[in-house]
């Protein structure tokens, strides 16, 4: 149980475009979602928190117009990088959170890479 | 600022020894802590958390917590080569806030 799927899990764009990823929970319903961001040998960066139904709640210096996250049902979330450059290459990784449990369920991230 | 400091490593042991991974964080409200193993291009993938003091233990695996010296490390017995990956240790403060803050993460060799 507790699986959570991206889509996709690498994608090649160039600068100036717009790249959506998709985070799904398969089997729970997940009312908190969380998007990551993580630069080669560093830790992970919280860059917002996704509530369903509501709007996202972005991490300091994350750009929200740039970034943006639609969390449309208990099951998936979605960001999108608008307008990416090449800073933006970066693996991205979403967590989601089971209703009252502890326990964050990460996915298996999206590698972005702007050329 | 909310802080979680672990040492980068690596940290080297052979296969079969106990491997010691530690971590220091600022929050006092911190609530509960968790241990992540991430593989190399992987996402991090939950161990255990832990949220009273003292010691946990999941097979392989113990997580011991001092909230008095903030204070939480992972024990792993038995180390296999499979162990080998980056541990990163995080905190969930309390209250409605779910974020996790993660460390830099301890980068772990276990040589056959």
């Known amino acids: 149980g507790a699986v959570v799927s991206q889509h996709p899990s690498r994608v090649i764009c160039k600068s100036g475009t717009s790249v959506k990823i998709e985070c799904r929970s398969l089997?729970?319903?997940?009312?908190?979602m969380f998007w990551y961001r993580q630069f080669p040998k560093q830790s992970l960066m919280l860059m917002a928190t996704?509530?369903?139904?509501?709007?996202?709640?972005?991490e300091q210096g994350v750009e929200k117009d740039k970034f943006l996250i639609n969390h449309a049902s208990l099951t998936l979330s979605t960001l999108t990088v608008t307008s990416a450059h090449p800073e933006d290459s970066s693996f991205y990784i979403c967590?989601?959170?089971?209703?009252?449990?502890?326990?964050?369920?990460f996915g298996p991230g999206t590698r972005l890479t702007v050329t | 600022q909310k802080e979680v400091e672990q040492n980068s490593g690596p940290l080297s042991v052979p296969e079969g020894a106990i491997a010691s991974l530690n971590c220091t964080y600022s929050?006092?409200?911190?609530?509960?802590f968790f241990w992540y193993r991430q593989y190399s291009g992987k996402s991090p993938e939950l161990i255990m958390f832990?949220?009273?003091?003292g010691d946990k233990e999941d097979g392989r695996f113990t997580a011991q917590l001092n909230k008095a010296s903030q204070y939480v490390s992972l024990l792993i017995r038995d180390s296999q080569p499979s162990d080998s990956a980056t541990y990163l240790c995080?905190?969930?403060?309390?209250?409605?806030?779910?974020?996790?803050?993660f460390g830099k993460g301890t980068l772990l060799t276990v040589n056959p």
């Open positions: 089997d729970f319903q997940a009312t908190t």
């Open positions: 832990i949220y009273s003091n």
């Open positions: 996704s509530n369903e139904g509501s709007k996202a709640t972005y």
């Open positions: 967590s989601a959170e089971e209703s009252g449990s502890y326990e964050q369920y």
């Open positions: 929050d006092r409200g911190s609530q509960s």
């Open positions: 995080a905190f969930r403060s309390g209250g409605s806030n779910y974020k996790l803050t």
